[in-house]
């Protein structure tokens, strides 16, 4: 009985092997055998970093990739590796979750941070649409002002040239008609 207990326990120490084998971060083991240490970007300038660091959680580092149950003396001292094993994931885990919180929060931020620079440039975008457009409004006045002016500069040199034309027969008639006068007198 006691080689199936200890069978089925290999295969524990085996399963346990494949799961710290699969995590990963980026494709580096994150708590295989030595951890793991990285810097990522945790803001919107290059300068915001932050250092992650993730303790070793292998069987060999955690002391149960040896471990007999088949005796009970043996079973006794692999009770407690267990235990300080299952101390050390806990506190792994709870070192993850915090860095996750951390992140999520940093995340947040950032995205607040990029929604109000989005927003003031959108702003800026809009005053220079409408000082523009008052621009373009104000150019089109002048340009029928100038155009209104023009065309009533014109009408009055039409209306010079027309009360000249209709007077200065009149006037050639009138100056004919007192030379014709004077030199009968």
């Known amino acids: 009985m006691r080689d199936a207990y200890q069978a089925q326990f290999t295969e524990l120490v085996t399963g346990i092997s494949e ?10 083991a994150a708590i295989g055998s030595g951890g793991l240490t990285t810097t990522i970007q945790d803001g919107i300038s290059n300068g ?6 993730f303790d070793a ?3 060999t580092t955690l002391g149960v990739a040896s471990l ?9 001292s692999a009770i407690a590796t267990i235990e300080t094993a299952m101390d050390t994931v806990s506190k792994s885990i709870a070192k993850v979750g915090g860095y996750q919180n951390v992140l999520e929060t940093t995340s947040r931020l950032a995205d607040d941070a990029i929604l109000a620079k ?10 220079d ?8 409004a104000a150019a089109k006045i002048r340009q029928d002002a100038s ?8 009408s009055m040199n039409q209306n010079i040239a027309d ?23």
């Open 48 to 53: 915001d970093t932050k250092s992650l660091s």
């Open 57 to 59: 959680a292998d069987t």
């Open 129 to 136: 649409l409408a000082l523009e457009a008052s621009n373009l």
């Open 19 to 28: 799961v710290v084998a699969s995590v990963k971060f980026g494709s580096a």
């Open 68 to 76: 007999t149950i088949s005796a009970t003396s043996n079973a006794s």
């Open 118 to 127: 989005s927003s003031q440039y959108g702003n800026l975008v809009d005053a």
């Open 163 to 185: 009360y000249l034309l209709e007077w200065f027969p009149r006037l050639a008639m009138m100056r004919s008609s007192e030379v014709e006068g004077g030199a009968g007198c």
């Open 147 to 154: 155009t209104a002016v023009l065309a009533q500069a014109n």
